[in-house]
């Protein structure tokens, strides 16, 4: 076999084909290295004398269906400059590494397009091998994640299996990627990136959240130049969460047959958008008969279609009227669900209305969580929780839809 199939085929150069043979379905090349290009693996001198060889067995990647062994016989040598008595280095492979450079960029090619499990059947390797090769190549790469040009993230917390267990994620809305990954929810669990940044001197300049008391409190500690933007879709659900509560309560308080059978069956009809309703039969006639028996819940529901208009005006100053005229008619219906809610809106009102300074929200990330959750799924869980932060680092890499 020449040199030339062996640096193209391979990516090995520097060594010499000796035999190939076949063995158990594999194809094995036995390499020599070249005298003149053993140096101190120290100090890099040529002025070495071998001290005895060690055979040594190396993946790489497969001639069609065919598995490929290199063995090499590694030579031990002494430096007579710096004395060392080591291995010399190869020029194939990485230190304490049982395939080529070759083998390692092939198995991350496929890792794109398959699972782990996938690829480790598809080579003939184990699932740990594979596992292995995608760790370092996600260390090398998301370790310490760019954080230099961040100015605008987004903060969420999701939710990873039984037992209330929690990561806090953090994402640069310019660039979709995850910058922050910390265990558990709450404050505690953006320590070591506020301390990053600050190292960094990063000028962060709006951070959307919802109204998590623990994240404003860790935003306006560390970073208290950054605009709070609270994301509107966490304001709009928060405050269906509060409808679904009071059609409960009206429904245990009916005391008529009529008022329960019409309440009964209404909540997902309270909570669909008004211009989305009818895509059942029957849903805006059955959604009108329940609000003409009950005004209190008719109240709120016309509540909730206006509340959305607050982020559907043209400009910040409409938006602020719009938000007063909401709390005030809130606060003089005398419904306590709804004088509650605009108790709290008035306590957020700066950070509602910076989404016309900074228009952004965690739906992008929120998008990210469900990739989380789908990789968690396929991957059945990821006991190696380290390794399972680097694989959310690199979601936003992903082609494939999602491979474990």
Same mark, same amino acid.
């Given at each position: 076999?020449?040199?030339?199939?062996?640096?193209?085929?391979?990516?090995?150069?520097?060594?010499?084909?000796?035999?190939?043979e076949?063995?158990?379905?594999?194809?094995?090349f036995?390499?020599?290295?070249?005298?003149?290009?053993?140096?101190?693996?120290?100090?890099?001198?040529?002025q070495?004398?071998?001290?005895?060889?060690?055979?040594?067995?190396?993946?790489?990647?497969?001639?069609?269906?065919?598995?490929?062994?290199?063995?090499?016989?590694?030579?031990?040598?002494?430096?007579?400059?710096?004395?060392?008595l080591?291995?010399?280095?190869?020029?194939?492979?990485?230190?304490?590494?049982?395939?080529?450079?070759?083998?390692?960029?092939?198995?991350?090619?496929?890792?794109?397009?398959?699972?782990?499990?996938?690829?480790?059947?598809?080579l003939?390797?184990?699932?740990?091998?594979?596992?292995?090769?995608?760790?370092?190549?996600?260390?090398?790469?998301?370790?310490?994640?760019?954080?230099?040009?961040?100015?605008?993230?987004?903060?969420?917390?999701?939710?990873?299996?039984?037992?209330?267990?929690?990561?806090?994620?953090?994402?640069?809305?310019?660039?979709?990627?995850?910058?922050?990954?910390?265990?558990?929810?709450?404050?505690?669990?953006?320590?070591?990136?506020?301390?990053?940044?600050?190292?960094?001197?990063?000028?962060?300049?709006?951070?959307?959240?919802?109204?998590?008391?623990?994240?404003?409190?860790?935003?306006?500690?560390?970073?208290?130049?950054?605009?709070?933007?609270?994301?509107?879709?966490?304001?709009?659900?928060?405050?269906?969460?509060?409808?679904?509560? &009071?059609?409960?309560?009206? %429904?245990?308080?009916? #005391? /008529? !047959? *009529?008022?329960?059978?019409?309440? +009964?069956?209404?909540?997902?009809?309270?909570?669909?958008?008004?211009?989305?309703?009818?895509?059942?039969?029957?849903?805006?006639?059955?959604?009108?008969?329940?609000?003409?028996?009950?005004?209190?819940?008719?109240?709120?529901?016309?509540?909730?279609?206006?509340?959305?208009?607050?982020?559907?005006?043209?400009?910040?100053?409409?938006?602020?009227?719009?938000?007063?005229?909401?709390?005030?008619?809130?606060?003089?219906?005398?419904?306590?669900?709804?004088?509650?809610?605009?108790g709290t809106?008035?306590?957020?009102?700066?950070?509602i &209305?910076?989404?016309?300074? %900074?228009?952004?929200? #965690? /739906? !992008? *990330?929120?998008?990210?969580?469900? +990739?989380?959750?789908?990789?968690?799924?396929?991957?059945?869980?990821?006991?190696?929780?380290?390794?399972?932060?680097?694989?959310?680092?690199?979601?936003?890499?992903?082609?494939?839809?999602?491979?474990?």
């Amino acid at each position: 076999m020449s040199t030339g199939i062996l640096y193209h085929g391979f990516g090995i150069v520097g060594y010499q084909h000796v035999h190939t043979e076949y063995s158990g379905g594999k194809v094995v090349f036995r390499l020599s290295q070249d005298r003149c290009r053993m140096t101190c693996p120290s100090c890099n001198s040529y002025q070495v004398t071998k001290k005895g060889s060690f055979l040594r067995s190396f993946r790489c990647v497969p001639i069609g269906r065919k598995p490929v062994v290199i063995e090499l016989p590694v030579q031990r040598v002494e430096c007579e400059e710096c004395g060392a008595l080591r291995q010399v280095s190869i020029g194939f492979a990485d230190e304490r590494r049982t395939y080529t450079r070759a083998f390692e960029r092939y198995v991350l090619e496929l890792s794109r397009y398959m699972t782990m499990l996938d690829v480790a059947r598809h080579l003939g390797v184990s699932w740990g091998l594979v596992k292995d090769i995608q760790r370092r190549n996600l260390e090398r790469r998301f370790r310490n994640p760019d954080i230099k040009e961040l100015d605008l993230i987004a903060i969420d917390e999701i939710s990873i299996g039984k037992h209330h267990k929690y990561l806090t994620v953090v994402l640069d809305l310019r660039s979709g990627a995850v910058v922050h990954v910390g265990d558990g929810r709450g404050a505690d669990a953006l320590d070591p990136f506020w301390k990053r940044i600050k190292r960094h001197k990063v000028k962060l300049r709006a951070i959307a959240i919802d109204m998590s008391p623990s994240y404003i409190a860790a935003v306006l500690e560390n970073y208290p130049d950054a605009e709070i933007v609270f994301d509107h879709f966490h304001v709009i659900k928060m405050y269906n969460d509060k409808l679904s509560d &009071l059609r409960r309560d009206l %429904y245990h308080e009916a #005391t /008529g !047959p *009529l008022q329960k059978k019409v309440l +009964k069956g209404t909540r997902w009809l309270l909570l669909k958008n008004a211009e989305r309703l009818d895509s059942i039969p029957n849903e805006k006639k059955h959604l009108e008969e329940a609000l003409k028996l009950n005004e209190p819940l008719a109240l709120a529901y016309y509540m909730k279609e206006y509340l959305r208009l607050i982020w559907k005006q043209p400009n910040k100053e409409e938006a602020a009227r719009c938000l007063d005229d909401w709390t005030a008619k809130a606060f003089s219906s005398g419904i306590r669900m709804l004088v509650r809610f605009a108790g709290t809106l008035q306590v957020h009102r700066r950070g509602i &209305l910076a989404y016309y300074d %900074y228009p952004i929200s #965690t /739906g !992008p *990330l929120e998008g990210t969580n469900n +990739k989380i959750k789908t990789l968690q799924k396929q991957a059945y869980g990821f006991r190696d929780k380290e390794f399972f932060k680097l694989k959310i680092y690199a979601l936003h890499e992903s082609r494939y839809a999602l491979v474990g």
